[in-house]
C-alpha cells in the first residue's frame, strides 16, 4: 500500500488508538484476516467494524493536489451501501429476526454461521474484500462457535472475518486467539460532553446530563441525543429503584419475575438495568463519604440523600457486591428468577417516607 495514503472519514469517536492501529495496518499491508472488537456495550465496536469493512472495500483516490491518496470512508459509495445493507460482499449477523413470529432470538444461530460457510469460500462479486460482521459474538451457540473455527483455522484468501463482543473473557480462547484484538475503552465525559456540543442542536446543561449518565459510551450518548424516551427511561428507572427498596417482600420478587422474563426476551436490557442499580448503589456510597458532587445521579441527590441516611457504608458495599455476584452468576447460566429473588432479599429495607415525595431536581 503506497505510504503516502491518508485514511480519513472515520465515524468511530473517542478512539484514537483503535484507529491509528488500523490506519497503520493498512498503509503497511498488514491487515488480518480476522478482528475480535471488545469493549462494553455502546462503546462504539459495531461502529468501528463498518469503519474497517468500508476501508477494506474502499479504493484510494488522488488528492485535488495528485500528490497524496486518499480514502475518505465517509463520502465514499461503498460506505452508504455499507449502510444502507445493499452491499453484496458485507453481511453483518447478529442475534436472529423472525419476522413471523415477530420476536428475535438470544442467541446467533448455527443456521446463521452455516450460511456464512457456503458463502466465504467465494469470490467478491463487487468489492475488493467479502466482509463479515458478527455482532455481539458471544451470543453464538457452542456449535456456531466449532463452526466458526473451522473458517479461522482455514482463512479465506478474499474475506476478513469481523467479531465484536465485551470481552476475550465471552468468547472461547480458540476463538480469541486467531483473531486480531482491537479493545475500545470508556470515552472521557467532557470528550462525550463536546462531541454532543459540536453535532447536536442541545444546550450545555442537557448535554453534560447526557454525557454523565452515559458513563463513557458514545453510543448511548448519540442515541439519547436522537430519541427522548432513553431519557424518560432513565428518570423512570430510578423511580422504580426507590419504590423497589421502600416495598415489602412480595413486590421485589414480582420485580424479580420480571426481569427474569425480560431477560429471556433481551439480556442486554437486564444487564443494563441491573448496571444503573450499581450506579445507585454506588452513588449512596460516594454521598455517605460527603462527596455530594460526584455523583451520577445528580437530578437525584437530595432523595439519596435521604436515603443513605439510614444505611451503614458497610451494607452498601455488601449489597454493590452482591449486584456484581448476580451479574456473574446471570453470565454462567444460572436461573435468572432465583438470582433476582435472592438479590432482592439483601436489600435493605427503606422506609416509605423517605421516597414518599421523591422527583428529580430537573427534567428535561
Known amino acids: 500500500m503506497n505510504k503516502e495514503l491518508n485514511i480519513i472519514g472515520f465515524r468511530t469517536f473517542g478512539h484514537n488508538k483503535a484507529i491509528d492501529f488500523i490506519n497503520k495496518s493498512i498503509l503497511m499491508s498488514k491487515t488480518s484476516h480476522a478482528y475480535l472488537i471488545t469493549g462494553p456495550d455502546s462503546i462504539g465496536k459495531k461502529t468501528l467494524a463498518l469503519d474497517l469493512a468500508s476501508i477494506l472495500n474502499s479504493k484510494p483516490n488522488k488528492d485535488m493536489f495528485g500528490n497524496q491518496f486518499i480514502i475518505d470512508i465517509s463520502s465514499s459509495k461503498e460506505r452508504s451501501r455499507i449502510l444502507n445493507s445493499n452491499h453484496s460482499d458485507i453481511k453483518i449477523i447478529d442475534i436472529d429476526f423472525s419476522e413471523q413470529a415477530n420476536k428475535s432470538s438470544v442467541v446467533i444461530s448455527i443456521d446463521q454461521i452455516r450460511q456464512i460457510i457456503k458463502d466465504v469460500y467465494l469470490k467478491p462479486f463487487e468489492g475488493e474484500k467479502k466482509i463479515y460482521i458478527i455482532n455481539q459474538a458471544q451470543n453464538m451457540t457452542e456449535s456456531g462457535y466449532n463452526s466458526m473455527l473451522k473458517i479461522l483455522e482455514e482463512p479465506p484468501k478474499d474475506a476478513v472475518i469481523i467479531l465484536t463482543a465485551p470481552s476475550i473473557k465471552s468468547l472461547p480462547t480458540t476463538i480469541v486467539s486467531r483473531c486480531q484484538l482491537i479493545n475500545l475503552n470508556y470515552i472521557q465525559k467532557k470528550d462525550i460532553e463536546n462531541f454532543i456540543l459540536e453535532n447536536f442542536n442541545i444546550d450545555e446543561s442537557k448535554s453534560e446530563f447526557i454525557s454523565r449518565i452515559s458513563k463513557g459510551k458514545i453510543g448511548f450518548a448519540i442515541n439519547a441525543c436522537n430519541d427522548q424516551t432513553l431519557i424518560d427511561d432513565y428518570f423512570q428507572t430510578i423511580l422504580k429503584f426507590a419504590e423497589i427498596i421502600s416495598s415489602n417482600i412480595d413486590k421485589r420478587f414480582n420485580y424479580a419475575k420480571d426481569i427474569s422474563n425480560l431477560f429471556r426476551k433481551n439480556k442486554n436490557q437486564v444487564y443494563k438495568e441491573l448496571s ?85 431536581s430537573i427534567i428535561f
Not at 449512596?284 to 443513605?308: A, Q, T, Y
Not at 454462567?332 to 421523591?358: A, T, W, Y
Open 276 to 360: 444503573m442499580w450499581l450506579d445507585f448503589w454506588r452513588d449512596l456510597l460516594v454521598l455517605k463519604n460527603g462527596l455530594n458532587d460526584h455523583i451520577i445521579n445528580l437530578e437525584w441527590r437530595d432523595v439519596m440523600l435521604k436515603i443513605s441516611e439510614d444505611i451503614e457504608i458497610r451494607k452498601i458495599l455488601d449489597v454493590i457486591q452482591e449486584f456484581k455476584k448476580s451479574i456473574e452468576y446471570l453470565q454462567q447460566n444460572g436461573s435468572p428468577q432465583l438470582i433476582i429473588e435472592v438479590l432482592m432479599m439483601e436489600l435493605p429495607f427503606v422506609k416509605k417516607e423517605k421516597v414518599s415525595d421523591i422527583k428529580p
